[in-house]
Structures are given as C-alpha cells and as structure tokens.
T-cell receptor, first 115, second 112 residues
Framework: AQTVTQSQPEMSVQEAETVTLSCTYD???????LFWYKQPPSRQMILVIR??????QNATENRFSVNFQKAAKSFSLKISDSQLGDAAMYFC????????????FGAGTILRVKS | DAGVIQSPRHEVTEMGQEVTLRCKPI?????LFWYRQTMMRGLELLIY????????DSGMPEDRFSAKMPNASFSTLKIQPSEPRDSAVYFC??????????FGSGTRLTVV
C-alpha cells in the first residue's frame, strides 16, 4: 500500500519570505499523481498544485512550486513571498494512475505566517 | 455550480444515537468519496463509490458504519450506534472522469 509522510508537523515563516514543506512517499508504481492541498481554518480543502509522475518538469502555480524527485520519492512544496493568507494546514497526497481512484494523504503540516 | 454540498455542517449527538451525514456531489461527477479527519489519524478514506457502486470500503472502521449512494446525486454515511471515538470531521468529495477532486465543507461530528 502507498504511504505518504510529512515529517514536519509545524513550520513558521516570516511574511514575504520563502518556506519549503517536505513530503516523501512510498510506492512501487511508476505512474501516479501527487498533490498539495491547503486547509485553512474554514476546513475547506483547496487544491494548491498537482504533479504528474511522468512529467519531469516541476509544476508551478504562481507563488507555489514543487520540487519533484521521482527517484528519491520526494515531493516538496515551496511557497515564495509568503502571505498571511497562506497560513493553513497543508496536506501532501498521492493517487495511483492505474489502481483505484482514491487519494492517500500525509499527516499534514501546519504553516504559520508571522507578520 | 454550488460545489459538493454536505449537511449538516455541525452535529452533536449523544452516545448510542444514530447519526446520518449527507452529501450531494457535483452534477456529472461519477466518483464519490467519504473521508474522516481526526487529529490522531489525519485524513482517512472510509469508502468510495464509482457510478453509485461501492468500490473500496476497506476503510470503514466497523459494522456501525454504513454508506449508501442510491443515485448519482446523493450519498449518506450512517453511524449506528455512535460512540465518542467517532467524533471527527467527515468530508465528502466527488470527482469526474479525468478531473480533479472537489471536497465539501465537511461535517463536524461530536458524540458526547
């Protein structure tokens, strides 16, 4: 079974600075998708960014980018120019491209942004 | 589109009572998922449906939990009898073919 590990329970960043959230995963599959979701205090789950495993190029979405290292099974999220609104719980998630339709989540990282 | 709609948003019930959580997926989405979120266990998949058929219910904790999807626009998650350890936030999500996942706002269940 696939597992997703987020080793940082909590991170802090100064407003306007850059922060990187870590994620590693374990799978024997070669084709899959990886995601980062944001959960603010409102509880809503918001997709931040998505990466297809077959793509070598790292995904970017405005201030959010990933460092996808397939051989190392690592998928970190970099937030540049951090804003107060970035404060939330961030979840890394995995989905097989072949077997099943479900997302497997990591335990989450709480990100605090200091003004 | 109103998104995935869950009700109620909050539920407080006494131990031993039956609880029913409801979900309306996005129209046209053919997959529906029920997740449970707790501090101790994070986000766990309880069950998911494809085209109204349960595909994987291996995450359902025990026989007290049951889920149904009688049609493409409605699903329920029932707990009977409820216990304090069932207290959690329950999310419903839906997904269309080749599309992304859309989560509802969740139901916070407190069993006292």
């Amino acid at each position: 079974a696939q597992t997703v590990t987020q080793s940082q329970p909590e991170m802090s960043v100064q407003e306007a600075e850059t922060v990187t959230l870590s994620c590693t995963y374990d799978t024997s599959e070669s084709d899959y998708y990886l995601f980062w979701y944001k959960q603010p205090p409102s509880r809503q789950m918001i997709l931040v960014i998505r990466q297809e495993a077959y793509k070598q190029q790292n995904a970017t979405e405005n201030r959010f980018s990933v460092n996808f290292q397939k051989a190392a099974k690592s998928f970190s999220l970099k937030i540049s120019d951090s804003q107060l609104g970035d404060a939330a719980m961030y979840f890394c998630a995995y989905r097989s491209a072949v077997y099943g339709n479900k997302l497997v989540f990591g335990a989450g990282t709480i990100l605090r942004v200091k003004s | 589109d109103a998104g995935v709609i869950q009700s109620p948003r909050h539920e407080v019930t006494e131990m031993g009572q039956e609880v029913t959580l409801r979900c309306k997926p996005i129209s046209g989405h053919n997959s529906l998922f029920w997740y449970r979120q707790t501090m101790m266990r994070g986000l766990e998949l309880l069950i998911y449906f494809n085209n109204n058929v349960p595909i994987d219910d291996s995450g359902m904790p025990e026989d007290r939990f049951s889920a149904k999807m009688p049609n493409a626009s409605f699903s329920t998650l029932k707990i009977q009898p409820s216990e304090p350890r069932d207290s959690a936030v329950y999310f419903c999500a839906s997904r269309g073919l080749g599309g992304g996942y859309t989560f509802g706002s969740g139901t916070r269940l407190t069993v006292v």
